[in-house]
């Protein structure tokens, strides 16, 4: 789509978000979008059309209240179904016929349409366009079934796509409703963060060895950030949030350090920075989703399109780039995460035992065989 076109089209009638929903509906009804396809990710959006963010997330949550398309995890949001016929056209959107739902689901098991349970339970929009609250939906709401709410929305879609209208809208309840259980989206992300935590437990006894100890602690929080993408992006070393759940990690981290000849500072700031190198890693998590979702590539695929491209830039001088050169003309070379995360917490768990030699505490010293790693 060239700029012009796309400037043209929020010019039109309606509000912004309006007219570009209409637009992506239009290319479902085209068959330019196929049922499974991935429609344009809320970055892309943005940049197509030139709004902001705040417009691209409703422009999905227009088509996904219509049934028009949903997230699926890993993934992103694809095409789900396509609307009625203009004449006799009801609320409801045509459904993917069950032979196709059977097609998509070999293809991609994730994106096999929405239960229909699930769509009776949603509620219509009004012509005012505004929500229907369920019956009993205030009533029966709860800060737990916020916070999970928040939680699936922000695993399935981003940060980018939460809101407390957004929550609200999936519980079917008044927007104001959620502050008399939560103050705000910060008091939301705190509790989102707790609970996230909270999944995985810390194994019970600690470990006696402080090396299998804080080793344990990185890949709890290795698998947590994993689980949830949009996590690491929210923590902060420098103003830590009081999340009791969180805060455990960092007591352990202490406590299997603790009587090993160091001071108190040298054990929270050991403590702090490998849970700070965990962390500025699994931020990839979110990065690499988004990525994906923007380009319709994984990783590997990317790495496939433009590796030819980026050696022969990089390989074309040697002089320039020796060591490029020589990697280049040599074994293949992991750098996925997995490999950086094992590799960087191994090192930094080498220079914590030198620093325990140093300080005459037990235990200190490289691991076995870490020194030839």
């Given at each position: 789509?060239n700029g012009?076109?796309a400037?043209?089209?929020?010019a ?5 978000s ?5 637009e992506l509906?239009r290319?479902?009804?085209?068959g ?10 809320t970055?892309r959006?943005t940049r197509?059309w030139?709004?902001a963010?705040?417009t691209?997330?409703?422009v999905?949550?227009?088509?996904r209240?219509?049934?028009l ?6 993934v992103?949001t694809?095409v789900?179904g396509?609307?009625a016929p203009?004449?006799?056209?009801s609320?409801?959107p ?11 689901a070999?293809?991609?098991p ?6 229909a ?5 949603r ?6 366009g505004?929500?229907r609250v369920?019956?009993?939906g205030?009533?029966?709401l709860t800060?737990?079934r916020i916070?999970?709410?928040?939680l699936?929305v922000?695993?399935?879609?981003g940060?980018t ?5 957004r929550v609200?809208?999936?519980l079917?309840?008044a927007?104001m ?7 705000g989206k910060?008091?939301?992300l705190?509790?989102?963060?707790d ?8 194994p019970?006894?600690?470990?006696s060895?402080?090396r ?5 602690v990185?890949?709890v ?10 996590l690491a992006?929210?923590m ?6 009081l999340?009791?759940d969180?805060?455990?990690?960092t007591e352990r981290?202490?406590a ?6 160091l ?9 702090v ?5 965990v ?17 319709g590539?994984s990783a590997?695929?990317?790495m496939?399109r ?5 050696h022969e ?6 002089e320039r780039?020796?060591m490029f050169?020589?990697?280049?003309r040599g074994p ?5 995460l997995?490999a950086l ?11 914590i035992g ?5 300080r005459g ?6 691991a ?6």
């Amino acid at each position: 789509m060239n700029g012009r076109w796309a400037v043209g089209l929020v010019a039109g009638s309606g509000t912004p978000s309006e007219r570009i929903a209409a637009e992506l509906r239009r290319r479902i009804v085209a068959g330019e979008l196929a049922l499974g396809a991935r429609v344009p990710s809320t970055r892309r959006i943005t940049r197509e059309w030139g709004v902001a963010m705040a417009t691209a997330t409703k422009v999905l949550n227009r088509l996904r209240d219509e049934g028009l398309v949903r997230a699926v995890p890993g993934v992103g949001t694809v095409v789900a179904g396509k609307p009625a016929p203009a004449a006799g056209r009801s609320r409801e959107p045509q459904r993917v016929s069950p032979r196709a739902s059977q097609r998509m689901a070999e293809r991609m098991p994730e994106q096999a349409p929405e239960p229909a349970s699930r769509r009776e339970a949603r509620p219509e929009a009004e012509s005012t366009g505004a929500r229907r609250v369920r019956a009993g939906g205030e009533r029966d709401l709860t800060r737990e079934r916020i916070v999970a709410t928040a939680l699936r929305v922000a695993d399935q879609e981003g940060l980018t796509a939460l809101s407390m209208r957004r929550v609200a809208t999936d519980l079917g309840v008044a927007t104001m409703s959620l502050y008399r259980h939560v103050p705000g989206k910060d008091d939301l992300l705190r509790l989102m963060m707790d609970v996230a935590f909270g999944e995985q437990p810390l194994p019970e006894p600690p470990a006696s060895d402080w090396r299998e100890g804080l080793e344990t602690v990185a890949r709890v929080q290795w698998r947590i950030y994993r689980r949830h993408p949009w996590l690491a992006s929210t923590m902060s070393f420098t103003r830590p949030v009081l999340a009791p759940d969180a805060a455990l990690h960092t007591e352990r981290s202490i406590a299997v350090l603790a009587g090993r000849g160091l001071s108190w500072e040298e054990m929270a700031q050991a403590s702090v920075a490998l849970a700070a190198f965990v962390c500025g890693l699994a931020v990839h998590f979110e990065r690499e989703a988004q990525a994906e979702q923007d380009s319709g590539l994984s990783a590997e695929e990317w790495m496939d399109r433009v590796e030819g491209e980026d050696h022969e830039r990089l390989t074309a001088d040697p002089e320039r780039f020796p060591m490029f050169d020589a990697m280049n003309r040599g074994p293949e070379i992991d750098l996925g995460l997995e490999a950086l995360f094992e590799f960087g917490m191994a090192r930094m768990l080498d220079g914590i035992g030198l620093l325990i030699e140093q300080r005459g505490g037990e235990g200190g010293g490289l691991a076995r065989g870490s020194a030839n790693k």
